[in-house]
């Protein structure tokens, strides 16, 4: 449910993506938005430059808990690229690119060159949420690089002094407020409705925008998505990474591999190493890391890690299309393909501060435990529903191996504080809006797979569903233009149309395994 995207051209590809999917996704429906109402013409030093267009930046002091005015506020930063053409514009599309924490102000430009024509007579909002980017800073003092390559207890401890530094301002990281910074922002701009587009944590986020201000929402399209009451044991997700090793081997050229054989070459290097964790050595920019690769740690490297992008350069190699080989050595005893793989994924880890991801991971998401329990009793719970997932509901893994592999649940959470804790929990079941949705998943992705996106789907009266062949984690990463012109079709008409291109898109390269 994560996104960490890799370095620069990765990053830009991604925003390229999402703007191209948002390309004419404002216009479904006409509505009397009127035009966004000017800001200070003295633009602060941080706002983009986007050729053609004129940008109005501005910041929003917010409260940083509601409830507790002592705590101070929270400035929240946004960037609207205006439409180039005369008149009012026919609407305004927000956009969140997940995370939680991901930026989305420095990538204006990127936007701007994907819409095209849509950019003449729409209106793009753009907001950081509170902690990232160009809005205020509230750190924890936990790094990227720390919380990804640490043992499984470090990463448990980095979230305990996440939240001893943070204090009372903890309560401050919510999908919840964030959601209110942003209906404050259209509130200020004089909008009176927005095409919500989110990816991977936005899937999350959107939702919770729609639940607290129904009657601002027009249209929302989600990719990569997943539901709010979704499984705390990350079922869906173990049993995904078997159903993509399956299907990259089933379409592979010249059978590269055979997915049973994959599947079973994975329970193998899963049980060993279960049974004995090996130490690989990762270099980033910033230096290098002693990883303790565990089952744990191979369960976020094959559900997380080679889930994202594929299907953008499906001829090229590819995390998910050297798995199946990687593993079958492994098994015969060369562990040097496997180690490889976990070095060049781990390149990206920086030095971010964890804040607004850990924030909103412990406040806002469902955990096996109840958080009004004291920390014995949150094991017990924990413990007690791991011994009850039943045989193979986490597939190639064992249930307590795999829940310690997402850095966003399992018991990554189970030291934060009660008394830091934002009051109100997020609802799992809100009421939301009867508004046209549509839902994309890639049929390869099993950060977020089917499963998760049909129930996302599922929580909106007027809502459609659709997998798409041969993709990953956010599918418009796919080169061809496919699923950005059904994402295009349904937010002009409220319909997907022809969606048969979805089934056609070049299976990804698969390295042969040997027999």
């Known amino acids: 449910m994560t996104y960490k995207p890799t370095k620069t051209v990765k990053q830009a590809g991604l925003a390229l993506a999402v703007t191209t999917l948002l390309a004419t996704g404002a216009t479904m429906l006409p509505v009397n938005t009127p035009a966004m109402a000017p800001v200070a013409a003295s633009a602060p030093a941080w706002c983009p430059a986007v050729p053609g267009h004129r940008v109005d930046c501005g910041s929003l002091d917010r409260p940083l808990v509601a409830d507790k005015t002592a705590l101070g506020k929270v400035k929240v930063s946004y960037a609207v690229v205006r439409h180039s053409g005369s008149g009012p514009a026919k609407g305004t599309v927000a956009v969140n690119t997940g ?62 002094r996440c939240a001893k530094n943070l204090g009372p301002k903890a309560a401050a990281y919510t999908s919840a407020a964030t959601a209110d910074d942003i209906d404050a922002v259209r509130a200020r701009l004089g909008v009176r409705q927005l095409s919500l587009y989110g990816l991977s944590y936005g899937t999350y986020l959107m939702p919770v925008y729609a639940s607290r201000h129904p009657e601002h929402v027009r249209s929302i399209v989600q990719s990569g998505a997943y539901p709010l009451n979704f499984d705390p044991l990350a079922r869906p997700q173990a049993q995904a990474v078997s159903k993509s090793l399956h299907r990259v081997c089933d379409r592979s050229l010249r059978k590269a591999c055979d997915g049973k054989q994959a599947v079973n070459d994975l329970k193998t290097v899963a049980a060993r190493l279960r049974a004995r964790p090996m130490t690989v050595p990762v270099t980033t920019e910033h230096g290098t890391y002693s990883v303790r690769f565990t089952e744990g740690k191979l369960a976020n490297l094959l559900y997380e890690a080679a889930s994202r992008e594929v299907g953008s350069a499906p001829g090229e190699p ?198």
């Open 318 to 515: 590819s995390l998910l299309g050297q798995l199946p080989a990687a593993l079958n050595k492994f098994t015969r005893g060369d562990t040097t393909p496997l180690r490889t793989l976990i070095q060049e994924d781990g390149a990206s880890g920086s030095l971010e501060d964890q804040a607004p991801y850990i924030g909103v991971v412990c406040n806002d998401y469902r955990q096996a435990w109840s958080a009004k329990a004291p920390v014995a009793e949150r094991w017990r719970q924990y413990r007690a529903a791991l011994a009850g997932a039943g045989r193979g509901e986490h597939g190639a893994f064992s249930a307590q191996g795999f829940n310690e592999g997402p850095t966003d649940g399992g018991d990554v959470c189970i030291g934060w504080p009660r008394e830091n804790t934002a009051p109100h929990p997020q609802p799992t079941h809100p009421k939301l809006p009867d508004v046209p949705v549509l839902v994309l998943s890639g049929d390869l992705d099993a950060n977020t797979p089917d499963a998760n996106g049909i129930k996302a789907a599922k929580q909106f009266r007027d809502s459609r569903f659709l997998s798409v062949r041969n993709t990953g984690h956010v599918p418009e990463w796919e080169q061809t233009g496919c699923v950005t012109g059904v994402s295009t079709r349904f937010l002009r008409t409220g319909g997907t149309g022809d969606t048969s291109c979805t089934r056609g898109l070049e299976p990804i390269t698969v390295a042969p395994v040997g027999k």
């Open 99 to 160: 995370g939680p924490g991901e930026v989305v102000i420095d990538r204006a430009p990127l936007f701007q060159h994907a819409l095209g024509d849509l950019v003449k007579d729409h209106d793009l909002l753009l907001v950081d949420p509170r902690g990232t980017g160009r809005s205020e800073r509230i750190p924890c003092g936990v790094t990227d690089a720390e919380y990804r390559f640490g043992t499984r207890a470090q990463q448990r401890a980095a979230v305990e």
